[in-house]
């Protein structure tokens, strides 16, 4: 990675670091996430650290060979994502998210556009809980895990829209004829698994089950630490 050379960046966590220096996560296509100390942003005389947001879209060029970089410049590259109430804590919910599932130095460009796109629904479109569920989706799936919606996991069948299933995490659908009640929260119509697998607008049942469905498979994969962002908003996440 140049010293100079610019990225398109977002922070997504920072920290107070010694008297006048920020700690940051910064995500970027080319390399992923990864930390950097940000340097004297928090003197008098700089005016970078209210630059230095998140949801602001950045350039940034950052120097250094170790697990820790050094920002060298940062420039907006446009306006930043109005985010407000319950959109606020569900672009917190997103960089939490990438923090406790991406590896660092590790590129996802093709996530990089999905966080983009995340963060300008969130900032127009009332359907927060489809922008949730569209990009916990694409980030599962770009970071390498199973996720598997569309087919039946034993027979590779086509999942039907009528049909009723019992989702099994690290494999998938399994079809079933017992009825999804409160009891059975495992199961889940088709119809939800094929909006989820082709990013249609969920009708209420359809968002009730994929919220269920996405919390159960957060939490295998992210274990027993919970997320902060929901112990902040107790919303539609």
Known sequence: MSALELQPCFVIHRRNYRNSSLLLELFTPQDGRFAAIAKGVKSGRSSRSALLQPFRPLLVGVSGRGEIKTLRQAEAEGNVYTLARKALYCGFYLNE??????????????LFLHYINALQALSESPSLEDTLRSFEVSLLRETGYELLLDHEAENGEAVQP????????EQGPIRTVVKADAENHNVIHGSTLISLQQGLQLTSQARREARGLMRRILAFYLGDKPLK???LFRGPN
């Open 162 to 169: 009528d049909g009723l299933y019992d989702y099994h995490i």
């Open 97 to 110: 998210l990438l923090m406790r599932l991406l590896e660092r130095n590790d590129p996802h460009p093709t």
């Open 229 to 231: 962002s929901r112990e």
